[in-house]
Nanobody, 119 residues
Framework: VQLAESGGGLVQAGESLRLSCVAS????????MSWYRQTPGKQREEREW??????????KYADYVKDRFIIARDDAKNTLYLQMNNLAPEDTAVYFC???????????WGQGTQVTVSS
């Protein structure tokens, strides 16, 4: 599968962005879709979990984005979203889409999209 993120960019603090992640095929059954981020200077293994959503639409968020970010999925479009509001400079990172199959134990990553927030 290929996961293609888009929607990143340069914004000022307090502004919003909406990220999208399109999969090259239907989301498998029992799939958790997530967003992670990799902040400047950190390695791949240090990516931070941002949010996840189950196939039933149940969202979970890291404490540092709760009440600011909203994760959603549209299975008909094979697309995952991340609405990011009230962005802060510390949100600057490359944001990655991640697919995890509970049944098969597989994990797939997208290539990432850069989000830069200026103060």
């Amino acid at each position: 599968v290929q996961l293609a993120e888009s929607g990143g960019g340069l914004v000022q603090a307090g502004e919003s962005l909406r990220l999208s992640c399109v999969a090259s095929r239907d989301f498998p059954e029992r799939t958790y879709m997530s967003w992670y981020r990799q902040t400047p200077g950190k390695q791949r293994e240090e990516r931070e979990w941002v949010a996840s959503i189950t196939e039933n639409g149940e969202p979970k968020y890291a404490d540092y984005v709760k009440d600011r970010f909203i994760i959603a999925r549209d299975d008909a479009k094979n697309t995952l979203y991340l609405q990011m509001n009230n962005l802060a400079p510390e949100d600057t990172a490359v944001y990655f889409c991640h697919e995890h199959s509970v049944i098969w134990g597989t994990n797939f990553w997208g290539q990432g999209t850069q989000v830069t927030v200026s103060s």
